[in-house]
């Protein structure tokens, strides 16, 4: 079983835009283990639409 000690900090890119922060994430490139992909964005404006769409 695993526990807190077997984990690993690892340190993402931040991409800084006047709309907000994103990071993002790919298997055995950011981190080594099997993930599709990840996209978080981040500190978003007041007002603005994240990710400059309409979400349905």
């Not at 690993?8 to 790919?26: A, D, I, W």
């Amino acid at each position: 079983m695993a526990s807190v000690f077997d984990c690993s900090l690892y340190e993402l890119n931040k991409y800084h835009y006047p709309e907000g922060n994103l990071t993002y994430v790919y298997q055995n490139i950011h981190v080594p283990f099997p993930i599709n992909r990840v996209f978080y964005s981040y500190d978003i404006p007041s007002g603005e639409d994240r990710g400059a769409h309409a979400h349905k």
